[in-house]
């Protein structure tokens, strides 16, 4: 079972551990995340706020893009499941991908530091929120499944 993380309204993301968040970035494919980033340049329901159409992600985005980005592939892919309050009484759970839930942001940074660790991003200067681009880890791993289909 793939883990995930399911907040309630009254709940505190103080009581999430950090082997939570690491079992979750583990569990990501970070190809299948790049591959994600990359539709989101051409996808029609992104919106601009959070992912500009003038720029692409294998040339350069902005740390505050990759964060938003992180959190939509989250919530598409089920891995964090967030309750809100709608009306009185009831709840629901959150499947927006196109908002942003800035309370979990040590975990996208979690994601991103895996991203670069492994490659699949690059990091274009050292500023915490800079300039990223896809990295090699990515290409070659798009190459190998071109020769292996």
Same mark, same amino acid.
């Given at each position: 079972m793939k883990p995930y993380i399911h907040l309630k309204v009254e709940d505190s993301i103080y009581d999430i551990t950090r082997s939570v968040f690491s079992e979750i970035v583990k569990a990501i494919d970070l190809y299948d995340m790049c591959q994600y980033f990359i539709s989101l340049d051409t996808d029609?329901?992104?919106? /601009?706020?959070?992912?500009?159409? =003038?720029?692409?992600?294998?040339?350069?985005?902005s740390g505050q893009e990759i964060l938003w980005g992180v959190y939509s592939y989250l919530i598409h892919n089920e891995f964090i499941l967030i309750e809100k309050k709608v009306g009185t009484d009831s709840l629901r759970i959150t499947t927006k991908r196109d908002s942003y839930y800035n309370k979990l942001e040590n975990l996208y940074r979690m994601v991103i530091k895996r991203?670069? /660790?492994?490659?699949?991003?690059? =990091?274009?200067?050292?500023?915490l929120d800079g300039y990223y681009r896809i990295g090699n880890s990515y290409q070659r791993q798009?190459?190998?499944?071109?020769l292996l289909n």
């Open positions: 029609k329901w992104v919106p /601009n706020c959070y992912w500009t159409t =003038q720029k692409s992600i294998l040339k350069k985005r991203l670069l /660790n492994e490659k699949y991003l690059i =990091q274009n200067d050292t500023k798009k190459n190998l499944d071109e």
